[in-house]
Nanobody, 123 residues
Framework: QVHVVESGGGLVQAGSSLNLSCEVS????????VGWFRQAPGKEREFVAA????????RYADSVVGRFTISRANAKNTAYLSMNSLKPEDTAVYYC????????????????RGQGTQVTVSS
């Protein structure tokens, strides 16, 4: 059984930076892809970024390109989301999820999901 646990959310001011972590346990991660998604109140869950653990290729939502960076640390079985130049519209619950196979932008493709961590950006 794969377990996914996020951490690192909080309250920050616009223009600040925040780093989220996603620890994956329960099996070897090399064949997995990890994605970050977010959901604001009253809105659909949307794709943020994803990474293929093998090779490290990434993909991003247009809204975060140039501001957010997804990465992974093999030795720690942990993926990260580094968020810079945060905006109030980035406020949401951020979810990490993992799947067998390549990274996709659809959260329904990810079988293993965390509980989420709140990110609030004040103006």
């Amino acid at each position: 059984q794969v377990h996914v646990v996020e951490s690192g959310g909080g309250l920050v001011q616009a223009g600040s930076s925040l780093n989220l972590s996603c620890e994956v346990s329960g099996r070897t991660v090399i064949a997995l892809a990890v994605g970050w998604f977010r959901q604001a109140p009253g809105k659909e869950r949307e794709f943020v970024a994803a990474i293929n653990w093998r090779g490290g290729s990434t993909r991003y939502a247009d809204s975060v390109v140039g501001r957010f960076t997804i990465s992974r640390a093999n030795a720690k079985n942990t993926a990260y989301l580094s968020m810079n130049s945060l905006k109030p519209e980035d406020t949401a619950v951020y979810y990490c999820a993992a799947r067998d196979g390549v990274a996709t932008a659809w959260h329904g493709d990810y079988a293993y999901r965390g509980q989420g961590t709140q990110v609030t950006v004040s103006s």
